[in-house]
């Protein structure tokens, strides 16, 4: 694929973020989309709330992010994406790190990796973990395939949104329609959209130096200025890479949410079937 990035083009306009697991059912709050089936509890009770997903109106891109990047930035786009750029002996301004860091983020037009997810939600007391494999590639096409728990998928073909976790809602899926050039609050990419609102909706502290699986990485912890679904968003860049290794998102009722990549493939091939997904038979599909 050439012509859009990861970043620029993996938006999805429901005005949710496709991220984790619902670990409550609820009652009905989603239209069932197929007829003449006996008519079951959705998966999720609140397909915004229970997601994580903020309540704002997303907005739509109109052109491209790269003419309002720094020159420091659009410097950094000259190195060749998972190259290895100069480390700093000190630390770096904070701004002029999430700059970099989006902006190998941006050239990037494909992303493969391992992922270690864990939810905990402290108000019920319960956590729940699962990994998998990730990829993102164009047009909102984004895909969490679990293999563990096996068979769980979170996936986006650039024009519907698919959520399927046979391990906990056995035949329920979620269908969303989602729009591939929205921004902000309608991005599935949740990476895309840490950087794309890190430099007006949030202050940015740099925490200094941590290790992620044998990475050294910068640690960054931003913190909201206004209202947010979030409450705390910690991001983790390779200080060689200035690829993302682990972020964490504390949202408003304090359910913790930690992504851990690891063997990270940028620019990997990927096919466009990756991303295709078809409702199992006999399976309920609702409308999020």
Request: charged residues 25%; glycine residues 10%; hydrophobic residues 35%.
């Amino acid at each position: 694929m050439t012509g859009r990035s990861v970043h620029a083009a993996a938006r999805a306009g429901t005005g949710h973020l496709a991220w984790g697991y619902s670990l409550d059912q609820g009652p009905e709050s989603h239209r069932q989309v197929r007829t003449g089936m006996q008519r079951r509890r959705p998966l999720i009770a609140n397909f915004r709330t229970t997601m994580g997903f903020s309540r704002r109106r997303p907005g739509r891109r109109t052109g491209s992010r790269f003419a309002v990047l720094s020159t420091a930035s659009l410097s950094v786009l000259l190195v060749a994406p998972g190259a290895t750029v100069a480390q700093e002996t000190g630390d770096p301004d904070v701004r002029d790190l999430l700059g970099r860091a989006e902006a190998i983020y941006d050239g990037l037009s494909s992303m493969r990796a391992r992922f270690d997810q864990t939810i905990e939600i402290t108000l019920l007391g319960r956590k729940r973990t699962g990994s998998g494999d990730w990829y993102q590639k164009g047009a909102g096409r984004f895909k969490m395939d679990f293999t563990d728990p096996e068979g769980d998928v979170i996936v986006s073909d650039g024009v519907t949104l698919w959520l399927y976790y046979p391990s906990t809602h056995p035949g329920q899926v979620i269908r969303s329609t989602i729009d591939a050039n929205a921004t902000g609050a309608g991005m599935v990419d949740l990476q895309g959209r840490i950087f794309e609102e890190a430099a007006e909706a949030y202050d940015a502290m740099l925490e200094g130096r941590r290790d992620v699986e044998g990475h050294e990485t910068w640690l960054v912890t931003l913190t909201p200025r206004a209202e947010s679904p979030y409450r705390k968003v910690r991001v983790w860049i390779d200080t060689g890479t200035l690829l993302v290794r682990r972020f964490e998102i504390t949202e408003e009722n304090e359910t913790l949410r930690t992504v851990v990549l690891r063997d990270l493939q940028p620019d990997a091939p990927i096919e466009d079937a990756v991303f295709r997904f078809t409702p199992p038979a006999g399976t309920d599909v609702f409308a999020g």
